[in-house]
Structure formats: C-alpha cells, structure tokens
C-alpha cells in the first residue's frame, strides 16, 4: 500500500511539473495578457473561498496598480525558467494552493494546529561576526544532521507543508543544502543569509537547484553595513546580487531596522538601488534586543516605528517590489505568527523554538517527530492566547506584551537555550521592554482607532 502511495505522489509530482512547465512558459510569453489568465484559473483550483478572494486582489491590483503590475511583468519575464518552474510553483501552488487546505485537514485530524512554514538553522557556524546578531550567543558547533533534515522535510509534506525557511549561523556553509533541496525538488525553500559566500559557482547551483531564493542581509549603504558585518561586506554582497540577477535568480533581502538605519534603508534612493539591483522581496525587523551583545539602544522608537507603518505599506503599493514589516504586519497576518501558529524554529542543536527571537525550548527534533513537537506544552500556551492583544498593531510577545512572554515559560516550563535568554523576562532589558510596550501601546491605540473609527466606536 505505501509503495502504491509513493508511486501515486511521484506521478503526481512529474505530472504537476511539466504543466508547471508549460503554464510559466505560457505566462512568460505575454504577461500583460497571460497572467490574468493564470490567475483565473488558480482562483477555480482554489479549495477556500477566502483562498479565492486573496487570488482575485491580487488579479485586482494587477489590473489597476501599477506598481504591482510592473513587478508581476518583471517576475515573469527575467524569472530564469528553472526557477519559475520550481520556485514559483512549489511556493505558490503546493506550498498555498493545495497546502494550506491540507494543513487544515491535517489540524483537525491531529488535534494540534499545523503551520505553514518552518524555520530552520541547518547550522549555527557562520563566517562573520555581526554586532548584535540575534543568534550570536548559541553555540557555533551545532549542525543537524542530513538524515534528521531529510526525515523532517519528509514529515512536513505530509502536514501539507511545503516552504522551508533556512537561517543560522550562516546556512550557505551547510554542506548537504543543496543535495536535500534538490531532493525534495516539490518544496520551496528560503535562506536567510549574508551573502558572501555566493560565488559563481553558488550562483549557478542556485539557478540549477531551481526551487531557492536567497535573502540577503544588508544594514543600509556600504558604511552602515561593514560597520556591523566587517569591511568589504557591502560589496561582496553586491557582487552577489549581479551575479544572482544576471543568471535570473529570485532573491531578497533581510534588514534590521534600528533607530540609527530607519530612513536611509526605507528612503526612495535606497529601495530604487534595492530593485535596480534585482532584489524582488525585502524581510524588515525591528531590531530587538537578543544575541550578541543585546542593546535596546538601537530599538526603533514609537514615533519611527509609526512611521513605519504608514511607510512600508507606500513602498508596497507603489514601488516594484515586496516588502514585510515586522512587526507592523500584524493586522494582515491576524497577529503573531509564532509558536507554531504560522511557524515555529528549529535551531542547530535540534531545540524547538516558538520563533527566532524567542530562545527557549521544551523539546528537541532529533528526539521528537514533527507531530510530537507541534504539540508541544508551549506552542499550546502560545496559541490559547493568540492574538496577544486585540489591537494587531502589538502582536509581539517580546515587545509588545512582554508579560505574555513570562506566562508562557512559566506555564510551560520551558527553558532557556542559551545563555543570557532569560534576559528579556526579567531584569534590565526586560524592564526596558516593559516601558517600551507602554509607549508604543499609546502609540499603536491611537493609530488603530485612525484606522478603524467604526470598529472603535462599537466597542469592538
């Protein structure tokens, strides 16, 4: 019976490829025309009608934004095919389209909720040093093993979950990352990476491998990114985005945002470079403060984090190119996405984490199968008090409501995975967060009421 399912998936798998093929081929003809079509057709495949509705916005500002609508010509057109057949359709298709519903499925079946992607540190070494790294205080000896991240990835398709985030230490230096992605060719998989080691070599086995988008971390300009990163970080890594964009990579970004970088990596000069550069996503978090050498000096204040409210969703909608916000997003994303709700992390030494800046555990992946660790004692204290507050604009349990965060260890008896974890439930840093919760609290309230005036005045 098992071999008639493998072979039934294999068929699938093959058959699913090639009219992959020929759809992407067909839309990177004429787009203008031909992904309208598309769109029409995944909102007939779409089980959910919520699933519908989120297709049909999307086919509603491909027809009146122009922004968007360049940026989606854009993907179609300079996309390299192996990329548009593999990245494209696994992310969009088995990792949306068909994954989502069968993660609900799942979820009910199971009893313990089934998120949507999981994040993963393949390794904790890394080649730089990064002031204020948000892993930098974990052991840099820890890999995974490839038969633990085989067994895994093989685990989550059987959940319906098909997108893998990788970070670290510095996951380009895993030596099985590309054998396990080709491996399991279905899947779509993201690496949070400093770029450096993206070589011409790298470059092609990325395009190669098909189904992985590289976002790479930059602070600002030159001087603000080797300030942190090292002297001719900058560089190495605009080396690397010529060599990504001239084979038709699909790559990103990932950018911290501190009280000092705010305006220069979110001003027109610098997101114009971004896409000139062939950058199509950005990933933004506001700095927080964990890792190496924690300072909540460099948190962004409550007036520039409003800024940011009104700032990134502008580059949104009338720049090409894509840009999340955390922890603004909240609202599009019902609040906090951790804990396993949306997500959870995985870091080197094998720890179940509800999220990357979030360093504490109750159990381990090497010890646990991936059902097991869903349900686990804290992802349930997360999820029964998910969203943390009614107000989407504080989804965060380590900034925005910091005492969520002590309930939750406490309740669960997690512990720790590193060193100097525990100092954002108490101490200095932890009552700096609590001062910094109340004055965006007032903040956020204020904004929230400007964009919800009738939900504000019943009380809801």
Same mark, same amino acid.
């Given at each position: 019976? #098992?071999?008639?399912?493998?072979?039934?998936?294999?068929?699938?798998?093959?058959?699913?490829?090639?009219?992959?093929?020929?759809?992407?081929?067909?839309?990177?003809?004429?787009?203008?025309?031909?992904?309208?079509?598309?769109?029409?057709?995944?909102?007939?495949?779409?089980?959910?009608?919520?699933?519908?509705?989120?297709?049909?916005?999307?086919?509603?500002?491909?027809?009146?934004?122009?922004?968007?609508?360049?940026?989606?010509?854009?993907?179609?057109?300079?996309?390299?095919?192996?990329?548009?057949?593999?990245?494209?359709?696994?992310?969009?298709?088995?990792?949306?389209?068909?994954?989502?519903?069968?993660?609900?499925?799942?979820?009910?079946?199971?009893?313990?909720?089934?998120?949507?992607?999981?994040?993963?540190?393949?390794?904790?070494?890394?080649?730089?040093?990064?002031?204020?790294?948000?892993?930098?205080?974990?052991?840099?000896?820890?890999?995974?093993?490839?038969?633990?991240?085989?067994?895994?990835?093989?685990?989550?398709?059987e959940l319906g979950i098909y997108w893998i985030v990788f970070?670290?230490?510095?996951?380009?230096?895993?030596?099985?990352?590309?054998?396990?992605?080709?491996?399991?060719?279905?899947?779509?998989?993201?690496?949070?990476?400093?770029?450096?080691?993206?070589?011409?070599?790298?470059?092609?086995?990325?395009?190669?491998?098909?189904?992985?988008?590289?976002?790479?971390?930059?602070?600002?300009?030159?001087?603000?990114?080797?300030? #942190?990163?090292?002297?001719?970080?900058?560089?190495?890594?605009?080396?690397?985005?010529?060599?990504?964009?001239?084979?038709?990579?699909?790559?990103?970004?990932?950018?911290?945002?501190?009280?000092?970088?705010?305006?220069?990596?979110?001003?027109?000069?610098?997101?114009?470079?971004?896409?000139?550069?062939? %950058?199509?996503?950005?990933?933004?978090?506001?700095?927080?403060?964990?890792?190496?050498?924690?300072? %909540?000096?460099?948190?962004?204040?409550?007036?520039?984090?409003?800024?940011?409210?009104?700032?990134?969703?502008?580059?949104?909608?009338?720049?090409?190119?894509?840009?999340?916000?955390?922890?603004?997003?909240?609202?599009?994303?019902?609040?906090?996405?951790?804990?396993? #709700?949306?997500?959870f992390h995985i870091n080197a030494a094998g720890e179940v984490?509800?999220?990357?800046?979030?360093?504490?555990?109750?159990?381990?992946?090497?010890?646990?199968?991936?059902?097991?660790?869903?349900?686990?004692?804290?992802?349930?204290?997360?999820?029964?008090?998910?969203?943390?507050?009614?107000?989407?604009?504080?989804?965060?349990?380590?900034?925005?409501?910091?005492?969520?965060?002590?309930?939750? %260890?406490?309740?669960?008896?997690?512990?720790?995975?590193?060193?100097?974890?525990?100092?954002?439930?108490?101490?200095?840093?932890?009552?700096?967060?609590?001062?910094?919760?109340?004055?965006?609290?007032?903040?956020?309230? #204020?904004?929230?009421?400007?964009?919800?005036?009738l939900k504000e005045a019943q009380g809801l």
């Open positions: 019976m #098992r071999i008639g399912t493998n072979n039934l998936i294999r068929a699938k798998n093959f058959l699913a490829l090639h009219l992959s093929q020929n759809l992407m081929s067909y839309v990177s003809k004429n787009p203008e025309t031909n992904l309208p079509r598309l769109l029409n057709l995944v909102k007939l495949l779409a089980v959910q009608e919520r699933h519908k509705r989120q297709v049909e916005t999307v086919a509603k500002a491909f027809r009146e934004n122009p922004a968007i609508r360049e940026y989606m010509i854009k993907l179609a057109r300079n996309l390299h095919p192996n990329v548009r057949n593999r990245l494209a359709y696994n992310w969009f298709m088995n990792a949306m389209v068909f994954g989502i519903p069968r993660q609900r499925m799942m979820s009910l079946e199971l009893g313990t909720n089934v998120p949507n992607f999981i994040l993963v540190d393949p390794t904790s070494a890394c080649n730089l040093a990064c002031e204020g790294c948000w892993a930098g205080r974990y052991s840099q000896k820890n890999s995974l093993s490839a038969e633990r991240l085989d067994r895994l990835f093989q685990e989550a398709k970070s670290g230490g510095e996951p380009l230096l895993y030596p099985h990352l590309f054998d396990l992605m080709a491996k399991h060719n279905d899947m779509a998989f993201m690496a949070y990476t400093n770029g450096t080691l993206i070589n011409e070599k790298m470059a092609d086995k990325i395009i190669e491998v098909g189904n992985f988008s590289p976002a790479i971390s930059l602070e600002g300009w030159r001087e603000r990114t080797d300030a #942190r990163r090292g002297p001719g970080t900058f560089d190495r890594v605009m080396r690397a985005m010529d060599l990504l964009r001239e084979r038709g990579a699909a790559f990103g970004v990932s950018i911290t945002i501190t009280r000092e970088n705010v305006m220069e990596v979110t001003s027109d000069e610098f997101i114009d470079f971004l896409i000139d550069k062939g %950058v199509i996503y950005g990933w933004t978090f506001h700095y927080i403060p964990i890792g190496r050498n924690p300072n %909540v000096d460099l948190m962004i204040t409550p007036e520039q984090r409003a800024y940011l409210a009104e700032r990134i969703p502008y580059i949104r909608t009338h720049k090409p190119i894509q840009i999340a916000d955390f922890w603004n997003d909240g609202e599009l994303v019902e609040g906090c996405l951790a804990g396993g #709700r949306r997500y984490e509800p999220c990357a800046f979030v360093h504490f555990a109750v159990d381990n992946i090497n010890e646990k199968s991936l059902v097991e660790v869903l349900r686990s004692p804290l992802f349930a204290a997360y999820q029964k008090r998910q969203p943390f507050h009614d107000n989407l604009l504080r989804p965060c349990p380590v900034i925005d409501v910091p005492q969520a965060l002590r309930d939750i %260890v406490k309740e669960s008896g997690a512990h720790p995975t590193h060193e100097g974890a525990e100092s954002v439930l108490e101490g200095t840093i932890a009552a700096w967060l609590d001062e910094r919760s109340r004055d965006w609290g007032r903040v956020a309230d #204020r904004l929230w009421a400007e964009r919800h005036p």
